[in-house]
């Protein structure tokens, strides 16, 4: 393998593309393993929704477990290029994981403020693992992100939260794949929504592309937000949100308008989900697809399963982004099951166990 140095890697968004971002001769150019992700079809799932052409974009696969790192790659880039020493991020804990590791790639100090009590605690362990700072704040993540914007106002510390165009630049990069793989745009898009920076970034992606006569269509947008965190669905922000979905535990979004306009131009929908189907959603995809996301990646495949039958999809292509591992979120995949089976080391007692005798 060849070395070479850290400013000319030939791999990456950053690198492949670079004609679509704000790359400029003065930014480092640089590669954690981001985006390429795959684009996985459906077996079982397919068959349920009645649906033949339906694929999982897995965004769990970037280098952090999450969709955040093609976004933060550019976002970093740019900090370094215009001399930042520190980024900043308020985060319900996969931007706070990303931040902390492309901080840590290139040298930067990472600062994360996030809702005590309220992150995933593998999400928490890769900011804490990547020597970020880490601040539990006592309150949510609305509350976070409102001082994290005053703070990067006052100090000179880069704001990597999605207010960062260069982080929806680099977050559109999936929509380019997902057109690059299929041939064309797929017909429906189901995605989660939080913050709704990702929903503004995908639809930013498919319209350059189409403009660019890239794609001859663009999808209709479909995204989910949780019942207890829906802001958008209501019209107006909550106060309190709660949900199981801790990623999406967000009650005033910053991408608000991003995500109506995603929504209104492509004739798509934001809508809700509960809880219940959410991890009715998250135990389907574990169980019949092979595919372990986290609870807050369900949502939007909840939202097939509960908005499906009305679409007519069977002779439609719809991509579902799955936007997080769920590893990030152990205690979520084993709270139905804490109590492992225990059995003696013994050949017979294994075999009873396993009602093979
Ligand atoms: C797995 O990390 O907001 O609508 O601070 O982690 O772009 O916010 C995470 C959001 C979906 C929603 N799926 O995306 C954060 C944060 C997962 C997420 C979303 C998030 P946006």
Not at 98 to 114: E, K, P, W
Request: glycine fraction near 8%; aromatic fraction near 6%.
């Amino acid at each position: 393998m060849i070395s070479r140095p850290s400013n000319s890697a030939r791999e990456g968004i950053l690198h492949r593309y670079r004609d679509r971002l704000p790359v400029t001769d003065a930014t480092p150019m640089f590669y954690l393993g981001e985006g390429e992700t795959p684009l996985v079809l459906s077996r079982r799932l397919a068959e349920r929704v009645g649906c033949e052409r339906l694929y999982f974009k897995l965004e769990m696969c970037n280098p952090t477990g999450s969709f955040k790192d093609r976004g933060m790659v550019v976002a970093v880039a740019k900090a370094v290029e215009e001399g930042a020493k520190a980024v900043l991020c308020a985060s319900t804990g996969n931007t706070s994981a990303s931040a902390a590791a492309y901080a840590a790639h290139c040298g930067l100090d990472a600062f994360v403020l996030v809702p005590r009590g309220n992150i995933a605690r593998g999400k928490l362990a890769q900011a804490v693992a990547h020597g970020a700072r880490v601040l539990a704040i006592q309150g949510n993540f609305d509350a976070a992100l409102e001082i994290a914007r005053e703070i990067s106002g006052r100090h000179p510390v880069a704001m990597v939260n999605s207010i960062n165009p260069n982080r929806i630049q680099g977050q559109k990069t999936a929509a380019f794949e997902i057109v690059d793989a299929l041939g064309d745009a797929p017909d429906l898009l189901f995605i989660p929504v939080g913050n709704a920076g990702n929903i503004t970034a995908y639809w930013r992606g498919f319209v350059e592309y189409y403009q660019a006569e890239i794609a001859a269509r663009k999808p209709r947008m479909m995204g989910w937000q949780a019942a207890g965190a829906a802001p958008i669905v209501r019209g107006e922000p909550v106060e309190n949100p709660e949900t199981v979905a801790s990623a999406i535990r967000i009650g005033n979004p910053a991408g608000w308008k991003g995500a109506l306009a995603a929504s209104n131009e492509s004739g798509g929908a934001i809508d809700a989900v509960t809880d219940d189907e959410i991890m009715a959603a998250y135990h389907l995809l574990a169980q019949e697809e092979g595919i372990f996301a986290e609870p807050a990646s369900a949502a939007c495949v909840a939202g097939l399963l509960k908005a499906g039958p009305s679409l007519e999809l069977a002779e439609k292509t719809v991509v579902c982004i799955i936007t997080g591992h769920g590893l990030k979120d152990p205690e979520t995949a084993l709270a139905d099951q804490a109590e492992m089976t225990e059995v003696p080391a013994e050949l017979d007692a294994v075999e009873r166990a396993m009602a093979l005798t």
